[in-house]
C-alpha cells in the first residue's frame, strides 16, 4: 500500500459523495430504473449518484453503456493512459471526486503514481515520458478549449507513437469527462474521510 | 418537411456536425468503436426525440443551443436552431438565446434555466447546492433537474468528440 496523495485539494483517498436531491429508492425503483443502475455496474444499485440519476432511467442507461464501452473496450488505448486523460480533465474542472476515483484507476492499472501527483500539482507540465506528456497536454486542450483542437493536435499526438485508435479513444476519455464531471459537481459534493468519521 | 409516415433515413448527429461521411477513414476509425458510437446517438435520441419528464422540447433545444453557441461550436448549434424552427418556437426568443441575451427573457424559469446552462458548460466548479436550489424554486422537479444536468453535461461531451474527431479528420487530410 503507498500512502494517499494530498495535492492543492485533490487527492487519492477514497471519497464519498453527497447528493443535494434525494435518490430514487431501489426497493421501490422501476424495471427501467433497475435495469440501467445494472447496465452501469453491479455497485450502482447503492450509490448515492446513480441513485439520483436513476431519476431519467433512459438517460442513464444510455450514459451507462457509452461510459463502460468508452473506458473498457479492448484494444486501442491502454486503459491506464484512458483513465490519465479521465483524471487530467476532472483536475482541469475541478472535480475532486472524479480525480480522485479515475487517480486510483490508473495507479491500480498503471501500478505507480508519480504522473498523478504531478497532474493535481499542476497539470500544464505534467507527464514522466514524452508520450505521457502528449497524451496530459491534448487531454487539457480538448477539456478546456475544444473550440480550439486542430489537426496540429493530432500530428502532435502521432509524433509520440499514438496510433488512430489510441487518439479516438482519449478524445471518447476525455469527452466522456467533460460529462462526467459536471454532474458530480453539480447535483452533490465530495465527502472526504476526515469528515465522514466526525 | 411532410408527415407521410415514412421515417426520415437515420442521421447519425455527430457524423453530420464533424461532418463525416462513409468514404472517410475517419469515419472507419469512428466505427472501431461502434457501442460508442451507438450509445452517443441513443444519449442524443433520449434527449431530444422522447419525452423527458419535467422539461419541454422547447426548453431542451434552447439549453442545447445555448449550450453549443457558448462553447463555439456552430454546426451542432445550427442543428438545435432548426431544431427549434421545427418545434414552431417563439422565434424571437430563438434570437435572443442565439444572441446571448439571456437576461432579456422574460420567462424566468428559462432565464434561471440558460443561466445555468452557460455556468456549467463554462465554470463547472461554481456549480452549487443554491444554484439547483434556486431552479427548483422556479418549480424544476427532481427528475426535471436530472434532466437538465445530464443534457448540460452531456452537450458538453457531443461538443468535444465532435471537435476531437473534426481534428483527426483534418489530419488525415494534412498527412
Redesign the interface.
Known sequence: MTFPIRIKGFTTDVLKWKPWLDVVNVDTATPAQLAALDEMSPQARSSPYFLVLAHQPEILLQRSIAFNAIMFAPGGMPRAERELGATVESRVNGCVYCASVHAQRFEQLAKRDDVISQVFEEPATAGTTPREKAIVEFSIRLGAEPGKVSPDDILALKAVGLGELEILDLIHSVALFAWANRLMLNLGEPVFPETAAS | MTNLSVAPPAIDVVDDAVPLSPDQ?TWA??R??D??V???Q??H???FS?A??GLSRTERLLVALHACRV???TTLAARYRDGLAGENADAAVTDAVERGEIDSLADPRLRAMLSFTGR?IER??E?D?A???ALAAQGLS??A???L??L???L??????V??????A??E??A
Do not use: W
Not at chain 2, 156 to 161: A, G, I, K, L, T
Not at chain 2, 163 to 168: D, E
Open positions: 477513414p476509425l469512428r472501431q468503436r457501442k460508442v451507438a450509445a452517443t441513443s444519449s435520441d433520449a434527449m422522447h423527458v419528464e462553447s463555439n461550436a456549467l463547472p466548479i456549480g447546492r444554484a439547483i436550489e427532481t427528475p433537474l436530472v434532466a444536468s445530464q448540460i453535461a452531456f458538453s461531451y457531443q461538443v468535444r468528440v471537435a476531437g474527431l473534426k481534428a483527426l483534418g489530419a487530410a494534412s
